[in-house]
């Protein structure tokens, strides 16, 4: 069983950049079947997908927030980290990391995802 855990800050001011990181156990960020997303959820609102890294590392972003969307990985702690830049009041949600069997680039079906982080609270202070 894969597990996620997200971690960050969970107050964070406006034009400021949200960084945060899901530490993954029991599976490996390199595995060929795997990738590994961020999502959000805004109070009131849908999912929406916000990007993913595959096994080999590449990454793909949500059109919409690609000019403020970065996803990197450490393989050696079994991390992959979000940062958003320029931050504005819109961008609280719940933040959560998932990993998905297949790339599912733009997912936003529950189902598609094998498996989810809890979720950590994120608020953009104005």
């Known amino acids: 069983q894969v597990q996620l855990q997200e971690s960050g800050p969970g107050l964070v001011k406006t034009s400021q950049t949200l960084s945060l990181t899901c530490t993954v156990s029991?599976?490996?960020?390199?595995?060929?079947?795997?990738?590994w997303h961020w999502l959000r959820q805004p109070p009131g609102k849908k999912l929406e997908w916000l990007g993913v890294?595959?096994?080999?590392?590449?990454?793909y972003y949500s059109p919409s927030l690609k000019s403020r969307t970065s996803i990197s990985r450490d393989t050696s702690k079994n991390q992959f980290s979000l940062q958003l830049s320029s931050v504005t009041p819109e961008d609280t949600a719940v933040y959560y990391c998932a990993r998905s069997d297949g790339l599912r680039v733009g997912a936003v079906s529950t189902s598609e995802y094998d498996d989810w982080g809890q979720g950590t609270q994120v608020t953009v202070s104005s």
């Open positions: 890294i595959a096994y080999d590392g590449s990454t």
């Open positions: 029991g599976g490996s960020l390199t595995t060929s079947t795997s990738a």
